[in-house]
């Protein structure tokens, strides 16, 4: 169970809200011990950085755009989630700009958290730890940090001064640099660096803080930064930071960004660069070294696979072996063709070696995907080589042949790395294990099969059978969906399923249906505008009819499995949400955000009419049918509480609580009640924050059932097991899938 606790740091002026936040201490419900797990898929998102220590043998930290930090815990072979602490309230924190370990003390940990740098996100903060990150003190920030933006795996832009590790320096995306003297629990900007704001117009700005080895006769090294500009990309101190000065003779003028920074341990800067600060766009490839005893820049770049310089694919990593300083590792940067590469040199970039397959070439290695099947989106190989957005690489500075590189979607290790210098093969298996970082879409739990589905971002959709490990079917990839937005069940024929989603690359269709519970699939025909926003899908509780309400278009009906497809009347375009009655399979509700407008069928979905109304406009809100009754809905709007019909939204009354719901979902009663347990994320009253709650009589009373070390950032949905009393499934945005049962 992952240990993390996080104390926060309040300013003075910040006290007097905080007391008045604990005066609502009384009106907390009841709590209940649950137990929390991940539903494996492994892996799924985007990995952006690995820091290994180089004190501590296996010591190794990675962070990820929108899901966290991890420590690798080299004993139990499993990385350890650092960042869970993280609440719903402050859940753009949750995304790791970077990590700072003090090279001097392996049980000092730093991280850089804040996911977004735009108007409607929060400020940024470092949790800073003396106990390799099982506890965080937080120290906010006067700034916003981009975990989730361009240039997002460059850096690290946060790191701790080996000759003085008290003093820390911090680059901004758009604040300049930073510096801390108290161990980070202070920041101030430094005023003498020469950037103090935005560079090339994009939101990367500061990306890579480093120190090379002491100078002569001082306490102190050089302090490299790089910057995302075109024509000064590096800078350096010699006097501890005093003044900065533009590392002379950097290319530049050539319409590329640096996008990341190694330095050797024998002095070598090494630099990779691209037309844009990616990792999506990048092009005009190249790889310089700077010798800094010669002065000297030298291009370095591998050549493309024909002999020419790159031009369509940029540079994304550079990595140096700590043990032998003239081993050097890059990775390109969309290379759609053959795929993105690993080049490794021996000889401080003279000559390079690709790692995967290069045109009439065998590779130089292979893949292991057995803990992840996913990855190879129902194919038989990894369809772009080594995988793409190999922004995160890390030589094991214990052990030469140990290598980890992380892609777009998850991350690979090997223990034989040195095999392709003397023409052998590099092995790979999946590095992912106990990372879990999907975007959840929806989530369905039937009352017969298997216990869970689950509909995610970029990665598909999956059917778990063993929450253990990830899906050995891989996710479902007919269609070819990666982005699934919707899946429903038919409540009386649970094997038949329907999802619905945004085509994959060159595909279009948006959805299909399968009639054994995802094992086999048949594809609809489109319905007009789901190209556009392909929205949700309900089907019918005896499975006749299939409705969808895509977000581009009008909510149509099936009665022959989205062969054809006919536009329901009496509701406007573009309402994007339907849910079917679990009994009656004539009805189907549907909500319209715009206008705060009910609308409900009974006829199969031919006909809607608008029932009540009033409810105002939302950005974001939920319909959920519980099984048992006819006509039993629930509307959750995020900003005006939860409201509940008998009646099939004839009428609704609003619960006194919550005050602001997220999600509801439903699951088995308790024992000696009729009515499905139901399950809330949200508020339930005016300052208290958002948690996780179960109500055992329909919402008249209800129990939290997560506690502070189990937040996950940013969680979007929650879900009841009709067969489970007390099982919760909650769907998170980069925490990918837990499940909670009551504590024995």
């Not at 007391?19 to 009106?27: E, K």
């Not at 990367?204 to 002569?216: D, H, M, Q, R, Y």
């Not at 290379?335 to 130089?364: C, F, H, Q, V």
């Not at 955000?593 to 009540?612: E, K, L, N």
Request: overall charge negative; some cysteine.
């Amino acid at each position: 169970m992952n240990r993390n606790r996080l104390r926060t740091v309040i300013p003075a002026m910040a006290l007097t809200a905080f007391a008045q936040t604990a005066l609502f201490a009384s009106r907390q419900p009841t709590a209940q011990v649950y137990k929390y797990n991940p539903v494996r898929i492994v892996g799924g998102g985007f990995i952006t950085g690995f820091v290994a220590h180089p004190l501590q043998n296996g010591l190794f930290y990675v962070r990820t755009d929108i899901g966290g930090a991890y420590r690798w815990d080299n004993v139990n072979r499993i990385w350890v989630p650092l960042t869970d602490v993280v609440s719903p309230d402050n859940w753009n924190l949750l995304g790791t700009a970077s990590i700072a370990i003090d090279p001097t003390d392996p049980k000092k940990l730093y991280l850089a958290q804040g996911t977004y740098v735009e108007s409607w996100a929060g400020l940024g903060a470092i949790f800073k730890s003396v106990d390799q990150g099982n506890d965080f003190t937080q120290v906010n920030l006067p700034f916003q940090l981009g975990a989730n933006e361009d240039g997002r795996f460059s850096g690290e832009r946060l790191a701790v001064v080996p000759w003085s590790p008290k003093v820390l320096y911090l680059g901004t995306p758009a604040n300049g640099l930073w510096s801390s003297a108290d161990y980070g629990s202070t920041w101030s900007q430094v005023n003498s660096f020469p950037v103090n704001g935005p560079t090339n117009n994009d939101k990367v700005g500061i990306f890579w803080v480093a120190f090379g080895s002491k100078l002569p006769n001082v306490s102190y090294g050089t302090i490299y930064v790089g910057v995302s500009d075109p024509t000064t990309g590096f800078y350096q101190s010699m006097d501890n930071g005093a003044t900065w000065q533009a590392i002379a003779g950097q290319p530049s003028g050539n319409g590329s960004v640096p996008t990341n920074g190694a330095l050797s341990s024998n002095g070598i800067l090494y630099a990779t660069y691209s037309s844009s600060s990616g990792p999506n766009s990048a092009g005009n490839g190249q790889v310089w070294k700077y010798d800094k005893a010669a002065k000297i820049w030298t291009n370095i770049t591998p050549s493309n696979y024909d002999g020419t310089a790159p031009q369509y694919y940029g540079f994304a990593k550079v990595s140096v072996d700590p043990q032998n300083p003239n081993t050097v590792m890059v990775s390109t940067l969309d290379r759609y063709y053959p795929g993105d590469e690993i080049y490794r040199s021996t000889n401080a970039g003279a000559t390079w070696k690709p790692l995967g397959a290069e045109p009439n070439s065998a590779s130089n290695s292979t893949h292991d995907v057995s803990l992840s099947p996913w990855v190879l989106f129902g194919g038989s190989t990894l369809g772009d080589n080594m995988g793409n957005w190999m922004g995160a690489m890390v030589i094991d500075p214990f052990n030469s042949n140990h290598f980890l590189y992380g892609t777009g979607g998850t991350a690979f290790t090997t223990g034989n790395l040195e095999m392709v210098d003397s023409g052998g093969t590099v092995n790979f298996t999946i590095g992912a294990w106990g990372i879990e970082q999907t975007a959840v879409q929806a989530l369905i739990s039937p009352p017969s099969g298997a216990h869970l589905l689950s509909a995610v971002g970029d990665d598909g959709a999956f059917r778990h059978d063993n929450f253990a490990v990830s899906p050995p079917q891989g996710q479902f990839y007919v269609p070819q969906i990666n982005t699934n937005t919707s899946i429903d069940f038919a409540q009386n024929n649970p094997n038949l399923i329907a999802r619905v989603g945004w085509p994959t690359y060159a595909q279009t269709l948006c959805g299909g249906y399968s009639t054994d519970q995802g094992n086999t699939w048949t594809v609809f025909n489109n319905i007009s505008g789901c190209t556009n926003g392909p929205g949700m899908i309900a089907i019918a509780a005896d499975g006749s009819n299939l409705v969808w309400a895509p977000t581009g278009g009008q909510i149509s009906y099936s009665t022959d499995f989205g062969q054809t497809w006919t536009a329901s009347t009496g509701l406007p375009s573009s309402i994007g949400i339907v849910v079917s009655d679990r009994i009656n399979p004539k009805t189907f509700y549907s909500f319209d955000q715009s206008t705060g407008i009910f609308y409900v069928t009974t006829d199969g979905a031919h006909t809607f009419v608008a029932g009540q109304s009033g409810f105002g406009t939302y950005s974001f809100a939920q319909l959920s049918v519980a099984p048992g009754a006819e006509g039993d809905v629930w509307l959750s709007l995020k900003w005006n509480g939860l409201w509940h019909s008998a009646n099939s939204g004839t009428s609704f009354s609003e619960l006194s609580m919550p005050v602001w719901p997220d999600s509801i979902g439903f699951g088995m009663p308790k024992a000696g009640s009729t009515y499905p347990a139901v399950y809330l994320l949200g508020i339930l009253n005016w300052g208290l924050p958002t948690q996780i709650f179960r109500s055992d009589n329909g919402g008249a009373n209800w129990i939290r059932i997560n506690d502070d070390r189990h937040q996950y950032g940013n969680p979007t949905w929650v879900l009841g097991d009709p067969r489970i009393y007390g099982r919760v499934y909650i769907g998170t945005n980069g925490r990918g899938i837990l499940y909670g049962d009551i504590a024995k």
